[in-house]
């Protein structure tokens, strides 16, 4: 101002800096592989700019543009969709309840009563959806079935328990007062996903699902929160109240309390019918849709058609953290999750490998057989959307 020349002095790694005097961070790295660049592409995915990089948000399209220009700049080609870096995706991205969800609780065949969604009972995301034809319901415990291994016994909550075409009332965790060896084993056949499908196989048509008393929760029902590595499945999948857990038993002469106590010490317990109850159930559950954009470059060979070689890192993260499960500790809800280390660190590597192999070729001392395609996927966090996306593809 007043006619007199101002002097910026600026850190190159300043990534405010740089806007100001409209220079690019793919334009200041070096061919070699540095510790400086990798500093600076991490520190560029990790900015509050980038707000986490979820997939679908507005940061995970700005982390895109900054690899595709990053590519450019060092010399790869493009090799996504219509001459561009971008390989476009379409994603569920998020769960909801709908306004048809119904549950209708009958006994002895007298008029029902319905149950109020979210405070007596809430579908799980992955459950099946419409109306539910089932007769009856029965009780299977923990639903756990796992197969005698490693010294341990095997474990079966449906022994001499038909479940075909009925509802199944199953605890939500595991039995909680068992060795930690007891629990090892029977960890990976107690996920809600698993507890389904293996009633599924049985033929039931529904599962109920309830926390009980024992497991103190702050939340007795589970949480509508959408996992894309889950899906869908073919049963229907129901979180009920300990309150609904406990007039269904009570039909049965059996008490919620009772029931868990017998089972937590590691005893498998005979399951039962529940008589004279029906259930009149309707799931409606609304899938949100989203998409995104894996950022796709190739380094050419010379005269070869052998195949290429892919190498990848993904470069989305959990944005702030709002529709996944985080390590965020209390107070910490909704803030930045920056995921310098998962995966802007692999990420950086991965431009710096591509450099130093894109400037070695030209220079002449690198002679490939073999096309070069670096692969930066999106949706890894939801369940590896975008890599699940593009092999399909190609």
Not at 213 to 228: G, I, M, R, T, Y
Not at 285 to 312: C, F, H, M, T
Not at 322 to 350: C, F, K, W
Request: proline content about 3%; hydrophobic content about 40%; glycine content about 12%.
């Amino acid at each position: 101002s007043g006619g007199q020349s101002q002097i910026f002095f600026a850190d190159w790694d300043d990534a405010r800096a740089r806007e100001l005097l409209g220079i690019s961070a793919a334009s200041l790295t070096d061919p070699a592989i540095t510790s400086r660049d990798l500093r600076l592409h991490v520190g560029e995915l990790a900015s509050d700019e980038m707000e986490g990089r979820q997939a679908g948000t507005q940061g995970a399209r700005l982390a895109a543009e900054y690899l595709a220009s990053s590519l450019d700049a060092i010399g790869f080609e493009p090799a996504g969709d219509d001459g561009t870096f971008f390989d476009r995706f379409e994603f569920t991205s998020g769960v909801s309840l709908g306004s048809g969800n119904s549950l209708v609780l009958k006994e002895g065949g007298h008029q029902g009563k319905e149950l109020q969604v979210d405070l007596d009972w809430r579908p799980v995301a992955f459950s099946k959806t419409g109306e539910i034809q089932a007769e009856g319901i029965a009780f299977a415990g923990y639903g756990i079935v796992a197969p005698e291994a490693d010294g341990q016994e095997e474990y079966d909550s449906y022994v001499h328990l038909d479940v075909e075409g009925k509802w199944v009332l199953v605890f939500r965790y595991l039995p909680e007062e068992i060795s930690p060896e007891r629990r090892q084993h029977l960890s990976p056949y107690s996920g809600l996903r698993y507890k389904a499908l293996r009633a599924r196989e049985l033929g039931a048509k529904g599962i109920l699902v309830v926390s009980g008393p024992n497991s103190q929760v702050q939340e007795e029902l589970v949480e509508l929160s959408f996992d894309a590595a889950i899906g869908t499945t073919s049963i229907a999948v129901v979180s009920i109240s300990d309150q609904v857990a406990e007039s269904l038993l009570g039909a049965a002469g059996k008490s919620l309390k009772e029931l868990q106590d017998s089972l937590d010490g590691g005893d498998m317990v005979m399951g039962f019918e529940v008589p004279g109850i029906d259930l009149e159930v309707d799931v409606d559950i609304q899938r949100e849709k989203s998409w995104d954009r894996n950022v796709v470059a190739r380094l050419p060979a010379i005269g070869s058609d052998a195949p290429a070689v892919i190498v990848g890192a993904h470069y989305d993260h959990l944005g702030r953290g709002e529709r996944m499960s985080t390590l965020a500790r209390p107070g910490e809800e909704g803030q930045i999750h920056y995921g310098a280390d998962d995966n802007a660190s692999g990420v950086a590597g991965l431009l710096e490998i591509g450099e130093y192999l894109a400037n070695q070729k030209k220079t002449g001392k690198l002679s490939m057989r073999r096309d070069l395609i670096l692969a930066f996927w999106s949706g890894e966090e939801l369940g590896l959307l975008g890599s699940n996306h593009y092999v399909r593809e190609i």
